[in-house]
Each structure stands twice: as structure tokens, then as C-alpha cells.
């Protein structure tokens, strides 16, 4: 594709000059389209002067920790530092259940490790880590100048400007000319592997809002081994590319249940999948019966604690994509 390849060499060329000769740049990488292209870009700029930094915030699906290593640091030869704060998070959020201050944990207690993290990877040799890279996207740019979308209201979304001024860092935005698919198209030229340019967005406070009410790690892995099995289950039957994104919900509620001849008396999982174009409205999918019927078999079979599995067939609006 020549004009993507036109874009890539002067994004590099403007990367550059920008950075000059010895600054270093830090960026978070979720193990998105987004942040992967940004942290590949910068890689091919400036080489290892670009640390990129993923948090395991404890709140991510499953495998993810090691699949980002393996895409970005042995894949893609960024130079990564993964971070285990699992229990800093869960810890923080002890006691915690209302969707927005959960929110607001979870990204204070981001910048917190984000901050202390790059002042323990700080250059040795006295050059200055002076730049943020941020994966923002053309709609971002639009979306923060001309209105508050409603995700944007609603919800408290991830914000980098307390990093900004805390460690007095400038941003680069290399993607912030481009649409979602150009940053597909830039990732496929870039190497970056079709499952993850194809990837679902996932929230950046992960599980934790998946997690209805308190998050605790037992109520975290069984919304993450649900999870897994239904995007498994997509992922097999094909639909994967169909659905713009999907995921398991765990409820506070307990139902009855039965087991051989047990009574049970646990709780409920919520599946969402929605189409969109842009997320500020969604359709829910349209699934076949036999599919909703094996994922929920397997559900409960398969995960303790699920006694009974329902699908989400509201839109948005009036719901919104994620229950909290
Ligand atoms: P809602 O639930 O607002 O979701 O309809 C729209 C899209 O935004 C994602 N989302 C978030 N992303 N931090 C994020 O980084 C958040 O706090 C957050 N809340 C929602 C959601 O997954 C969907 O793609």
C-alpha cells in the first residue's frame, strides 16, 4: 500500500527530528491495535530510546500478559517492561462498588505504577526520558475538541494529562491524523500479527467493570474464565470479525441451579456482543440458538461459581456497551 507507506516513512522522519539524537520516550501498551502500531512505529524511529511499559493490572483477560510479551517484545522486538501489579490494583479496589470511583481507582492506581515504573527504567547514561507516546486516533482528536461523546460523559474513560504534568512529559500522537482502519492497515504493513490488528477494544479498566460490585480476585477469575470460553467459542464457530466486541459479565446475584440431583445456589453470567461502527450506538448480535445454547452449557459446566447464563439484547442506547 503506497500511501501507508508514504505515511509510515514521514511519521518516522517527523518521530526523529522531534525526538532528536538522545531524548527517550515512554509509552503504555495495552496489547491493542492502537498502542502496538504506536510502540512499533516509535521502534522502528528510534529503536530502544522508546520503552514501552504494559501494567497487568490484574484485570485483564486471559493468557493476555503473555501473549503481549510474546507479540511486542519477542514478536515485534520492542523493548518492553512488563509490570505485575495485579495486587496493588485488587487491593486499592478492596471494598470498592461504584462503577465510576472503581474507574477512577484504577486509573489514580495506573499512573501510580506508570510513574514509578519509569523512574525505575530511567536511562543510566543521563538522558531524559522526555516524551509520552499516546495511541490517540482522529476520532479522539475530534471527539475531545468539537463534543463529549457519550461514552465520554457516561463514563470516565482513561486519561493520560495527569502524566503529563506529574512527570512533565511532551506527547507524541503519531496516529492521531488516521481512522481505526488505517491503524489496521499501518499494523498490517508494520508486521503486526492479524489476530491482534483484528482484536476487539477492550476497557482499559479491563475486568474491574465486568466485575459487578466489589472486585475481588475469585470474582475476577470466574468472569475471565467465562469470558474466555465464549470469545473461544466465537473465535470457532467464525464469527469473531462479524462482532465488533464481546465478552462475559459476571452479576452480584445468586440463582438456583441444579446439578445430578444437588440443588446449587450461585451466580449469573451475562454475555454481551454488540455490532457497531462507532460505539456510540450498538445493535446487540444476532446469535444461532445452538451457539448461545454450547456457550452457556460450557459456562456452567465448565467455570465454579455460575449456576445460569443470560444474553444481553438491549442496544445502545439505551444501555450502554459495558454494564458499568
Ligand atoms: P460504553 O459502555 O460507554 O462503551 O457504551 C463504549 C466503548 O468504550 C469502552 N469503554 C471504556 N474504555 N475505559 C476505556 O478505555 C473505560 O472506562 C471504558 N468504558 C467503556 C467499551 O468497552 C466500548 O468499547
Known amino acids: ?94 471494598g470498592i462498588t461504584d462503577p465510576e470511583k472503581k474507574r477512577k481507582i484504577i486509573g489514580n492506581t495506573f499512573i501510580h505504577v506508570f510513574e514509578r515504573v519509569s523512574e525505575e527504567i530511567k536511562p543510566k547514561d543521563g538522558s531524559k526520558i522526555e516524551f509520552l507516546l499516546q495511541g490517540t486516533l482522529y476520532p479522539d482528536v475530534i471527539e475531545s475538541i468539537s463534543f463529549k461523546g457519550p461514552s465520554q460523559t457516561i463514563k470516565t474513560h482513561h486519561n493520560v494529562g495527569g502524566l503529563l504534568e506529574d512527570m512533565k512529559l511532551k506527547l507524541i500522537e503519531p ?49 475471565r474464565e467465562a469470558d474466555y470460553i465464549f470469545i473461544e467459542e466465537i473465535k470457532a464457530h467464525g464469527l469473531y470479525n462479524n462482532i465488533s466486541q464481546a465478552f462475559a459479565a459476571l452479576l452480584p446475584v445468586k440463582s438456583v441451579g441444579v446439578v445430578g440431583d444437588q440443588r446449587t445456589y450461585e451466580q449469573v453470567i451475562a454475555l454481551r456482543a454488540i455490532e457497531t461502527t462507532d460505539f456510540m450506538t450498538a445493535d446487540w448480535y444476532v446469535f444461532e440458538a445452538a451457539f448461545l445454547k454450547k456457550v452457556a452449557s460450557r459456562i456452567v459446566n465448565e467455570v465454579d461459581g455460575v449456576a445460569r447464563v443470560t444474553y444481553d439484547i438491549t442496544s445502545k442506547p439505551p444501555a450502554t456497551v459495558e454494564w458499568e
Open 175 to 223: 496516529l492521531r491524523e488516521l481512522f481505526k482502519d488505517e491503524v489496521r492497515a499501518l499494523g498490517k504493513i508494520l508486521g503486526i500479527p492479524d489476530e491482534l490488528v483484528w482484536r476487539h477494544p477492550f476497557p482499559g479498566p479491563g475486568i474491574g467493570i465486568r466485575v459487578l460490585g466489589e472486585v475481588t480476585p475469585s470474582q475476577v477469575k470466574i468472569a
Open 1 to 94: 500500500n503506497w500511501t501507508m507507506q508514504n505515511f509510515i516513512d514521514t511519521e518516522i522522519k517527523r518521530i526523529r527530528t522531534l525526538v532528536g539524537p538522545t531524548a527517550e520516550v515512554i509509552g503504555a501498551v495495552s496489547g491493542g491495535v492502537d498502542s502496538t502500531v504506536g510502540a512499533k512505529l516509535m521502534k522502528e524511529a528510534i529503536g530502544d530510546r522508546f520503552h514501552a511499559i504494559y501494567v497487568d493490572n490484574g484485570l485483564m483477560r486471559k493468557n493476555e500478559t503473555v501473549t503481549v510479551k510474546k507479540t511486542l517484545d519477542e514478536g515485534l522486538g520492542i523493548n518492553l517492561t512488563v509490570v505485575d501489579a495485579g495486587d496493588e490494583f485488587l487491593g486499592n479496589l478492596k
